[in-house]
């Protein structure tokens, strides 16, 4: 792109249409509460409408913006209040354009000098939030940690098992495959990018210990003792145990406490994946979440689900950054530069699985100053306290259970008529596009997921919602 360009958009033509594009998002979020929030399309609807080949010659860009019509069917919306499917994936007006900033510069900060200031803001936020949520100091770039961003969670604790593996091999594994054989364990309750880090870090998924859990779905540290001592006894390694803070299913507490002595006692990597739950502790009255994260390697949670920041964006602490850059770290000739030998600069290739890196943190910069520390709390505060008046009104209604407990934003709950009735609700409700929730199992029973926490939804978004739950139930028990 520049002034004057026969072939390239001109910086002309980029301002013109720039404006319509950001015209065309806020028109989006005006009217994102008339779309179904579950897109309704069929499969291969959305590609049947589209060009058979490419175009041989390029296109007006005010036509190529008008393709939304025939894409904005099959958008699923995330952004829309009365989407409560999965987790949320919030953002808001200051990630969105500090993403924009960042695209627009596109740099590649993979090494300090490709643009220092992608590394340096990376990490003065990142420090930042560990005051922010009170996070043990370990992980701060000043002492013997630091934090990187990923793109994902599953990002984050791929490579927390890696330098996990690393750790227990003695660096052996890099070097020569390994020849010990390394267990992994954490709760049969754990999101499942574990199991997928288990199989790409070559653990195996036969060396994966699902450990049980106890009647609020955390994980029974007792099992976890008897499974490594199990472990060790037949000649095996354990390397890496990762503890769940807000699990996806039910948003269960893992006690962290208990599993970190363990951990502790045996010499093996603690991992805590706070994905979702993480931001509560940007308030002290819920920073219980993380009683013993003093005992955790490494450490990750999302800003892109539940603190304002577009996807992709996930925070990863580690408390020895040493053993993290030993793991991963490269240097091909083409690499090296002045600043490579230098322990003054982070060069945070070393911290993950990708070369190239781009400069995320803008957006989370972006968020944290836009809003502040008490915007964020506000934020947090308003969604926990939402869902506890949504939870009271579930109670009341004796047709209904809730069957697990409701330490932040998801509500497990179910009508007492089995299986059969409440998938048909899930579908009935998502099918009407007002709403869009999904479930789980717990239990083996069929349970509904209630998850509070796009950006704006409101308690008046709720009783809507619940109230259209309940007529919904009506008219399904006339039947
Ligand atoms: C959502 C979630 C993940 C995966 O997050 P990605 O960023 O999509 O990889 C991992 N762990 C938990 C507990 C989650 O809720």
Redesign the pocket.
Known sequence: MNKHSNQHMTTDEFRKQGKKVIDWIADYYDQIEQYPVLSQVKPGEIRSNLPQSAPIKGRDYGDILSDMDKMMPGITHWQSPNFHGF?PCATSGPAILGDLISTGLSINGMNWATSPSCTEVETHVLDWLVDMMDLPNKFKSTSTGGGVLQD???SSSLVALIAAREKASNGQTNKNGGNQQLTAYTSSQA?S?IEKAVKIAGIGNDSLRLIKVDDSFAMNPKHLRESIETDISNGLTPAFVCA?V???SSTALDPIEDIGKICQEFNIWLHV?A??AGPAALCPEFRFIHDGLEYADSYTF?PH?WMLTSFDC?VFYVANRKVLIDSLSILPEYLKNKDTDSEMVINYRDWGIPLGRRFRALKLWHVINYYGVEGLQKYIRYHISNTQELKSWIEENDRFEIVAPVPINLICFRHKNGDEFNENLLNTLNDSGKLYLTHTKLNNQFVLRFSVGQSNTTLDHLKKSWNYILDTVYEMEKD
Do not use: E, P, V
């Open positions: 987790f994902t969670a599953s999101h990018s769940t807000g699990t996806t994946d994905a979702l999302n689900k996930s």
